[in-house]
């Protein structure tokens, strides 16, 4: 069985570190938030000018002025600080984020990322997403493994206009968690349930499968 947004999070959030500034992209990526381990201290990064963000409001929290770069409400946690939206690029520019985690529409063996544009739609522009994979070593990019029509979003080669050129080692779809090593995916872990043939049916790169591939655990 395909993952759930939410078991995204929770697999996502499993790759945090105590002591981590991660920066967190619209979507998927916003709800790992929710699903921090009690044991590790995280620091939150938003482009719009806010480090230390906490998990999503209670009806009774909301603060329409406290948001994300989704423009989502937030919550603050006890040490964060707001600044502006250049001291937030400042950050992310100079390398001090320690994982980006994104949304793309596509993603390609050798590590490149699309997830700004789909031609002919509207759009309101690149956002961040161009400074976080150019100024982040570690990005996990987390999306479905196919798109609604079926037609797989691990390629041999990206399609749409690209975000960032060879910036991306690690994948996690609804399907499969992957790392992009020498040109190939690399089929790390499986969903429950969800066979080796199926994903290598929705994976039009290359795909290298190990002897042994565990089933994500919940």
């Not at 984020?97 to 529409?105: I, N, P, Q, R, S």
């Not at 609604?148 to 968690?177: F, R």
Request: charged residues 20%; hydrophobic residues 45%.
């Amino acid at each position: 069985m395909a993952l759930s947004r939410e078991q995204m999070a929770i697999r996502v959030a499993r790759e945090l570190q105590d002591g981590f500034y991660v920066n967190l992209g619209i979507g998927i990526p916003t709800l790992v938030a929710n699903h921090i381990p009690d044991d590790i201290e995280v620091m939150l990064q938003s482009e719009n000018g806010l480090l230390g963000m906490g998990p999503f409001p209670l009806d009774s929290e909301v603060d329409a002025d406290m948001i994300n770069a989704g423009k989502q409400t937030v919550t603050a946690a006890t040490g964060a600080s707001i600044f502006s939206s250049a001291d937030s690029f400042a950050m992310i520019r100079g390398g001090h984020v320690d994982l980006t985690v994104l949304g793309a529409f596509e993603v390609d063996v050798l590590g490149n990322i699309a997830s700004w544009m789909i031609p002919g739609k509207l759009i309101k522009g690149m956002g961040g997403a161009m400074d976080l994979v150019a100024g982040a070593d570690n990005i996990i990019v987390t999306m479905t493994h196919a798109s609604k029509h079926g037609a797989s979003k691990l390629l041999a080669k990206c399609t749409l206009p690209l975000t960032g050129a060879g910036c991306i080692k690690k994948v996690l779809t609804d399907l499969a968690y992957l790392e992009i090593i020498d040109g190939a995916f690399v089929l790390r872990e499986r969903a429950p349930g969800v066979s080796i043939e199926e994903i290598q049916a929705l994976t039009e790169g290359k795909l290298i499968i190990p002897d042994v591939v565990p089933e994500i655990q919940f």
